[in-house]
């Protein structure tokens, strides 16, 4: 503010009052505009993949229980059925669920209740940086030492199977699920400690009974984000799968899940081919809304 | 009996943080160990060549493009559509509308922002598999982001700040560029900074959008691959292990770089603010 | 003074995207005035386009044309060239005689496809039946072949690859016949690696990907060589074509073209692996 406007016409300054007035109008469209983007890009992808989708089942005269049931997916002639791969990515989802979430968790209670605080100040961002890291570079550890470990000293046939899936994914879900965990764990108010060690529980029995119960909707939220994580990893995947089109009946098969059947050959389909991996998008989205709607379920919840 | 329990149990956390620790240390001293021993002035800046032995400079170039090309785009729309949120609007309908949108979009898997990138900018809009077609799918990809990262430091901003503003006779667009802006500017950045992480991370949405012309893109119209793809592809097609790790070596360096900026001006900034 | 500070830090971000942007501009700019750079788009077959991308990059030097190859399976390159999507199309299969109506086609280099082991495998010849009874898992362990007792894992191409239908139609089953279990690997390298890595596993992969890393398996008795491939003694062999719409060829597609077919171009065809075509 150098200048002090002195003395200005009555006129003048209506009129830049109506400037003013009119700008602020303006700049409120402009931001709402900027704010229901995110909607629009919203409804775009739903209404392009399901359109897409659904043509071969509308128009075409597919059925979509055969879409769903159907064992054979062999797009050169004609035939589509993707339970192998649903039944793919429930089994590498939950798998890595299995071996991730108690690790993860634990970790998680690691560094917010028992870690020295020098330690726990290292480890902590060094995990978060982990889950910024490409997730195709876990892929390529993956099928560089995972793939080769159980074919060589595990003696199973072939490597890329349902377990180096499970085991990948579940190495990928661990930054997410820690950092999201030790979050809730830290924000469980002192008190709570407090009251539980006053009453003569020891330091552990705390932990377990007092402190990760109060945090367990934070915890609930960084399974589910770590089950995002699992279900829609894509690239990761396909290098350790083995993308076979058989339902998983051990730990040994090589599996495909849904992503990988899009990924795979989402860069030659064409015509239905191509419509029917709009399909497969459209059941993994579903996948997708369905935890999202346990999150938001979860998260409200939590704010009461 | 109890003590015992209670020694198991600490014994399993303790096992448990260092098995999370072991695997993450494996992973990145495997890249490290593997790729280290490509990385060269040559690698980095020569330009790739089919014959083998070339360098990355292309997918470097096109990592770049997607990222300008993006964040130009999302970093306005973001911030603003937060301002909206955060300043503007009355909670209502409306807002939780456009909330639930925004956190929608967070949980959609990249493979299918891929098919959608596929089928409404290369295919409807007629841009080809091209890295304007990829930049596009990374701005919704990133829109979120932006928005929250944005809303959460506008949260931090004293409602004083603008109080006393408004205070002193300004316009409300007024006191948001000169009063709250400015102060929520480190939250802003760091979200930024995040968010190029999230794009140079990113591979299946842009394997579906931009293809993977393994060559110097002649302009954004052009199809190339962008170093996470890149790293995919060399494992996939060639299985050349070293070659993907030296490319993932230059982007885990990136993604350091990118979080230590973000502490550093989150907390530096922080600093000048108070 | 605090906000100045701030104000100063809008302003510094401000320019530094207005900067990025301006370069960026600019950097379009000079490529689009630096002479008329023409862009030919190719794409298909995976098998095609390492020889393709040498064949690029040999003649970019000479020429004033950028040479743009996708490698995204045969099928697809075809309807790329269909559609006008890429100038010209790479296939690694015959064409079908649908395609034919509306595509013009060059062959450029022949290839032979081989069977591949582990290096440690001893099955080192195939009759044309046992080939087809392993992919399509009549024959499940490698000792009812002469080899140690090891199960068989197969590893094919994806659907919609040039190479795995000219395989299948020359071995004689169908897509739907292929053993479930078969693990699918896109690109002759991932198969490639994984056979080199597996010492279960069987594979295909073209006459240029043959190294020291994979055993190629004879076919009744015949070596996979050029030789052999060009008297037609050994069956396992198909063309590479470039494809393309009569209309949409430009000038510089088919001075790409001549110069493949030329004896520099098939020169570096022949030290790629392909089959030269004379």
């Known amino acids: ?304 | 009996m109890r003590k015992l329990k209670d020694k198991i149990l600490l014994g399993l956390l303790w096992f448990a943080a260092f098995l999370t620790v072991a695997v993450l240390v494996m992973i990145v001293g495997y890249i490290f160990y593997k790729g280290i021993g490509l990385i060269s002035f040559d690698f980095i800046f020569g330009d790739y060549s089919p014959s083998g032995g070339g360098g990355i400079l292309p997918m470097i170039v096109t990592t770049i493009y997607t990222i300008v090309i993006s964040l130009l785009i999302a970093t306005p729309i973001g911030i603003l559509a937060a301002v909206y949120l955060q300043e503007y609007a009355k909670q209502g309908r409306l807002v939780n509308t456009i909330r639930f949108a925004t956190e929608s979009l967070t949980g959609i898997p990249s493979i299918i922002y891929g098919l959608f990138g596929a089928v409404f900018f290369v295919t409807t809009l007629k841009l080809g598999m091209s890295i304007i077609a990829a930049s596009l799918t990374l701005t919704i990809i990133v829109l979120p982001v932006i928005i929250r990262t944005t809303e959460e430091s506008l949260k931090t901003v004293p409602r004083t700040y603008r109080e006393g503003s408004l205070a002193l006779g300004t316009t409300k667009l007024q006191t948001l560029y000169k009063v709250i802006l400015p102060s929520a500017m480190p939250g802003i950045l760091s979200g930024l900074i995040l968010s190029m992480g999230r794009i140079i991370g990113e591979s299946a949405a842009i394997f579906l959008t931009a293809g993977t012309v393994a060559a110097m893109p002649a302009s954004i119209f052009s199809s190339a691959r962008t170093l996470t793809v890149h790293s995919f592809l060399v494992t996939q097609e060639a299985g050349d292990i070293e070659l993907a790790a030296a490319v993932g070596v230059v982007l885990i360096v990136l993604i350091l770089i990118l979080n230590l900026t973000a502490t550093f001006i989150s907390k530096k900034l922080n600093k000048a603010n108070y | 003074m605090r906000r100045k500070l701030k104000i100063g830090s809008l302003v510094l971000c401000l320019s530094m995207i207005l900067a990025a942007c301006g370069n960026d501009s600019a950097g379009d700019e000079t490529e689009a005035s630096g002479g008329n750079v023409h862009t030919l788009a190719i794409s298909g077959s995976t098998s095609v386009g390492p020889l393709a991308e040498k064949l690029a990059e040999k003649y970019e030097g000479n020429n004033n044309t950028k040479i743009e190859i996708n490698q995204i399976g045969s099928s697809a390159g075809i309807t790329n060239a269909i559609n006008g999507v890429s100038e010209i199309g790479m296939s690694s299969r015959e064409l079908k005689d649908e395609e034919k109506e509306s595509l013009q086609e060059t062959v450029i280099a022949y290839d032979g496809i081989v069977v591949v082991t582990h290096p440690s495998n001893k099955v080192k010849n195939l009759t044309m039946d046992q080939v087809k009874d392993i992919f399509t898992g009549k024959i499940t362990n490698w000792k009812d072949l002469g080899g140690d007792d090891l199960e068989i894992v197969v590893v094919s191409r994806e659907d919609g690859s040039g190479s795995r239908d000219a395989f299948q139609e020359i071995v004689g089953y169908s897509s739907g016949e292929l053993i479930k279990s078969a693990i699918v690997a896109s690109g002759n390298g991932n198969i490639k690696t994984t056979v080199a890595t597996n010492k279960h596993a069987v594979g295909f992969i073209s006459f240029e990907y043959i190294d020291e890393s994979v055993s190629p398996v004879n076919i009744n008795g015949v070596e996979a060589t050029a030789e052999n491939v060009l008297s037609q003694k050994y069956v396992l062999s198909r063309p590479f074509l470039f494809v393309h719409v009569e209309d949409n060829l430009t000038n510089e597609g088919q001075k790409f073209i001549d110069y493949i077919l030329s004896p520099e171009g098939q020169a570096i065809a022949a030290e790629s692996g392909a089959i030269p075509v004379q």
């Open chain 1, 1 to 304: 503010m150098s200048s002090i406007p002195v003395k200005k016409d009555a006129g003048e300054i209506g009129k830049a009052n109506k400037r003013k007035y009119i700008l602020e109008k303006v700049s409120g469209r402009v931001f709402l505009f900027c704010a229901l983007l995110s909607v629009v890009s919203l409804l775009l992808i739903i209404g392009f993949v399901f359109y897409k989708g659904s043509h071969p089942f509308i128009a075409e005269g597919y059925s979509f229980i055969d879409f769903l049931l159907g064992s054979d997916w062999v797009p050169s002639e004609d035939k589509f059925g993707i339970l192998p791969m649903i039944v793919a990515s429930i089994y590498a989802t939950i798998g890595a669920l299995i071996i991730g979430v108690p690790i993860g968790l634990f970790t998680a209670i690691f560094l917010a209740e028992i870690a020295p605080r020098s330690v726990a100040k290292i480890i902590s961002p060094a995990v978060q940086l982990l889950a910024g890291i490409p997730s195709v570079l876990y892929g390529v550890f993956g099928l560089a030492i995972i793939v080769p470990f159980l074919q060589n000293n595990l003696g199973l046939i072939k490597g890329q199977s349902l377990i180096a899936v499970i085991i990948v994914l579940a190495i990928m879900m661990l930054p997410t699920v820690v950092t999201v965990a030790e979050t809730a764990i830290r924000a469980v108010p002192k008190a709570y400690r407090e009251g539980s060690l006053a009453l003569g529980v020891s330091p552990i029995g705390t932990i377990f009974k007092v402190v990760v119960p109060a945090a367990k909707s934070g915890i609930m939220t960084a399974i589910v984000l770590g089950m995002g994580r699992a279900i829609g990893e894509t690239m990761a995947v396909i290098l350790v799968a083995g993308n076979s089109l058989v339902i998983p009946t051990s730990l040994t098969d090589s599996i495909r899940p849904l992503t990988t059947n899009i990924a795979l050959e989402m860069g030659y389909a064409f015509g239905t081919h191509q419509e029917m991996l709009f399909a497969t998008g459209i059941v993994l989205f579903s996948f997708i809304l369905i935890l999202n709607f346990v999150l938001a379920r979860i998260s409200s919840k939590g704010g009461n």
